[in-house]
């Protein structure tokens, strides 16, 4: 049985966020259609380009908060 996936699926895929039925079906797919694996790989290596972004709260974001949660 020939099963369609879409890019969704694999985004999902790729983060694991899918059960093991659904992954283990995706996971044939790659390896049996090219379309498919071209996808993931493209889709995988847009992940590898995104930057690992960590956030730091401004000094006086921290302080607004430590006087709020004093306050109650």
Do not use: C, G
């Not at 969704?8 to 996971?27: C, G, M, P, T, W």
């Not at 694996?37 to 972004?53: D, G, Q, S, T």
């Amino acid at each position: 049985m020939v099963q369609n996936f879409t890019q969704n699926d694999l985004v999902s895929y790729l983060y694991r966020e899918v059960d093991f039925q659904k992954s283990h079906a995706i996971n044939e797919s790659i390896e049996s259609n090219w379309d498919v694996f071209e996808e993931y790989k493209i889709l995988k290596n847009a992940k590898r380009e995104i930057p690992k972004v960590t956030f730091h709260p401004a000094p006086s974001t921290l302080t607004n908060l430590i006087s709020l949660s004093k306050e109650k």
